[in-house]
């Protein structure tokens, strides 16, 4: 009797460790990021997570200039924006989901931005989304409100 409840209870646990096995496989990384756009990413650069590596994205930027991370271009904003901090601004926008905040520090200017995607629409059969940026510099804090127009693979253009 103690060898069959033995038996029972080593493959009662066995299907429970196949069972658990299945979910913690679905949980790994995917091969690639879906962007808002349909475009696939092979990187997200934590912004699916709430962050932005930007060191790391102002790396990729430099090694491959083209198509390595969504870019935010046409931007005239202060303090001014680096590679870096453009890429994490597009990243946000094209992975970002609406009402979710994307962080990052500028590691070299001290700069830290908030960003949140807060509608998607269609302007001229392009996709748009609108957004505000809590920018931090030097102790003061400045709200944008605006809108971004993706303008070709991977580069989005505020609106004006």
Same mark, same amino acid.
């Given at each position: 009797?103690?060898?069959?409840?033995?038996?029972?209870?080593?493959?009662?646990?066995?299907?429970?460790?196949?069972f658990?096995?299945?979910?913690?496989?679905?949980?790994?990384?995917?091969?690639?990021?879906?962007?808002?756009?349909? %475009?696939k990413?092979?990187? $997200?650069? @934590?912004?699916?997570?709430?962050?932005?590596?930007? &060191?790391? +994205?102002?790396?990729? !930027?430099?090694?491959?200039?083209?198509?390595?991370?969504?870019m935010?271009?046409?931007?005239?904003?202060?303090? %001014?924006?680096?590679?870096? $901090?453009? @890429?994490?601004?597009?990243?946000?926008?094209?992975? &970002?989901? +609406?009402?979710?905040? !994307?962080?990052?520090?500028?590691?070299?200017?001290?700069?830290?931005?908030?960003?949140?995607?807060?509608?998607?629409?269609?302007?001229?059969?392009?996709?748009?989304?609108?957004?505000?940026t809590?920018?931090? &510099?030097?102790?003061?804090?400045?709200?944008?409100?605006?809108?971004?127009?993706?303008?070709?693979?991977?580069?989005?253009?505020?609106?004006?």
């Amino acid at each position: 009797m103690e060898g069959a409840a033995m038996r029972k209870t080593g493959t009662a646990l066995a299907a429970l460790l196949c069972f658990v096995s299945v979910p913690l496989a679905a949980l790994a990384d995917p091969s690639f990021y879906l962007g808002y756009t349909g %475009k696939k990413w092979t990187k $997200d650069y @934590g912004i699916i997570a709430g962050t932005c590596d930007a &060191a790391a +994205v102002s790396k990729s !930027v430099a090694a491959k200039p083209e198509g390595a991370v969504a870019m935010m271009n046409g931007a005239k904003i202060r303090p %001014k924006l680096d590679e870096g $901090d453009r @890429g994490c601004w597009g990243h946000a926008l094209e992975l &970002a989901v +609406v009402k979710s905040t !994307v962080v990052w520090t500028n590691q070299v200017t001290g700069v830290t931005y908030r960003l949140v995607p807060t509608r998607d629409f269609q302007q001229s059969e392009r996709p748009c989304r609108e957004f505000t940026t809590l920018i931090t &510099a030097d102790g003061r804090q400045h709200m944008i409100r605006g809108v971004a127009c993706r303008r070709g693979e991977g580069e989005w253009a505020l609106r004006t």
